[in-house]
Structures are given as structure tokens and as C-alpha cells.
């Protein structure tokens, strides 16, 4: 039985993770899986804390890199804020406010 409870921001979050190519989306499944396990903070290369209570899924595969933000909520649940295919070696400032942004919203 699963320790956490993922949880997605919202149907749109879900949608975005969906629509990953599948190789990626894959790869964010059985990442997703253990960290229902294991816990949240899975550590490189699977998982990474962005700070501030924010920490990344790092999911790869053959058709590219795939980043979802999320943080933890009361009641041991993982909430998945924001997903994107990443493009660029740097996170688009764009994505990562937006994932703050949703922190601030949930953790309030």
C-alpha cells in the first residue's frame, strides 16, 4: 500500500503530464510510483529541490526531457503543480514562477 497520495493541481496539470510523449510520460510513472513508496525526496537523478519547498520530478526518455513541479501537502500527499517538456538546458523562468506561484496558492 502507498505511503503518499499523488495528486494533481488540476485537471489541466493532468492533462499536461497525459500528453508527454510516451517514453517520458514512462519514466514519470514509475518515478511518480516510487515516490508513493519511498517518499517525495527521492533525490538526483530522479527528483531535485528547487527551494523554498518546491522540488522536481526529472523524468527522461528517449523523446526528450519532461520536468514536473510539486510540493507536499497535510496528509502525506504530493501535489504535481506544473508540467512542461523541457526545451532548453536552463528551466524557463516562465514555468518556474508559474509552479511557485501554485505553491504559494496550495501551501496557503
Not at 30 to 42: C, F, K, N, V, Y
Request: aromatic letters at 8%; proline letters at 4%.
Amino acid at each position: 500500500m502507498a505511503a503518499w497520495q499523488l495528486t494533481f493541481y488540476s485537471n489541466k496539470v493532468a492533462a499536461l503530464v497525459e500528453a508527454w510523449p510516451v517514453g517520458i510520460r514512462a519514466s514519470f510513472l514509475r518515478i511518480s510510483e516510487t515516490m508513493a513508496q519511498h517518499g517525495p525526496d527521492l533525490g538526483l537523478p530522479h527528483t531535485r529541490a528547487m527551494g523554498g519547498g518546491l522540488l522536481e520530478v526529472r523524468a527522461k526518455g528517449r523523446e526528450g526531457i519532461g520536468r514536473a513541479f510539486y510540493c507536499t501537502a497535510v496528509g502525506a500527499r504530493i501535489v504535481i503543480l506544473h508540467a512542461f517538456i523541457k526545451k532548453t538546458e536552463k528551466t524557463p523562468a516562465r514555468d518556474l514562477e508559474i509552479a511557485r506561484a501554485r505553491l504559494r496558492e496550495v501551501k496557503t
